[in-house]
């Protein structure tokens, strides 16, 4: 099956920074969902977009749902350091079933204090 | 309330044991999605589960993997004859009503095949 293209891979941080990440596809996907993955533990939904071009927010998460519905980006502003973790984005693809995730292979964050 | 809960959480088998996976869903969840993550990667789909009915298997491989989720009982995934190919972390998502954002997952079971 298709996975979603997303970067960084990794990225290492000062505490107080900005971060941004982002998932493409050469699909059309019609949901983007973010995940956060502790170390040890399952996958946690911070954000779900359902509307190209619509921008959600959760406390310091925001998230965009591409205009062309075929990406997604998640910003993460001023950095803890209990935002260390795996970050995924995950989508259903348009035409597709609703409820077969496709996920990126995550991006790795390390904050340090 | 009870999230979904997930045993065992670390299981070693040799090759050519069988493992059985557990995934009891969230209270009132009687939709349950198994997911597979090999290290380094991002969780892929398995299989579907409505209560005592398999929704959609096209993520399974064909030969060794089953999956349940009888009337009373957790959903248990099973793995004939493991080979090493097989360690990875398996995670089970329950939802109430199907909707994607409503899949809840559990801490996964850990499953490394000597």
């Known amino acids: 099956g298709q996975q979603l293209n997303q970067s960084p891979q990794s990225m290492f941080i000062q505490e107080g920074e900005d971060v941004s990440m982002n998932c493409t596809s050469s699909?059309?996907?019609?949901?983007w969902l973010w995940y956060k993955q502790d170390p040890g533990e399952g996958p946690v939904l911070l954000i779900a977009?359902?509307?190209?071009?619509e921008l959600t927010s959760n406390g310091r998460l925001t998230a965009q749902f591409g205009i062309t519905r075929k990406d997604s980006f998640l910003n993460i502003s001023a950095s803890i350091p209990s935002d260390v973790g795996i970050y995924f984005c995950?989508?259903?693809?348009?035409?597709?079933?609703?409820?077969?995730?496709?996920f990126g292979k995550g991006t790795l964050l390390t904050v340090n204090p | 309330n009870a999230g979904v809960m997930q045993n065992p959480r670390h299981l070693v088998r040799r090759r050519g044991q069988e493992a059985r996976l557990r995934c009891s869903p969230m209270?009132?969840?009687?939709?349950v999605y198994w997911y597979r993550q090999l290290p380094e990667e991002g969780l892929k789909f398995m299989v579907y589960?409505?209560?005592?009915?398999?929704?959609?298997e096209s993520g399974m491989p064909k030969e060794r993997f089953s999956a349940e989720f009888p009337k009373e009982g957790p959903s248990i995934l099973r793995i004939q004859q493991v080979v090493r190919g097989d360690s990875a972390a398996y995670f089970c998502?329950?939802?109430?009503?199907?909707?994607?954002?409503?899949?809840?997952f559990g801490p996964g079971t850990r499953l490394t095949v000597l």
């Open positions: 998502a329950s939802s109430l009503n199907g909707h994607p954002n409503e899949q809840f």
């Open positions: 699909s059309i996907f019609n949901t």
């Open positions: 977009l359902y509307k190209a071009g």
């Open positions: 995950a989508g259903l693809r348009s035409g597709g079933s609703n409820y077969k995730l496709t």
């Open positions: 209270k009132g969840h009687s939709h």
């Open positions: 589960l409505q209560k005592e009915n398999i929704i959609d």
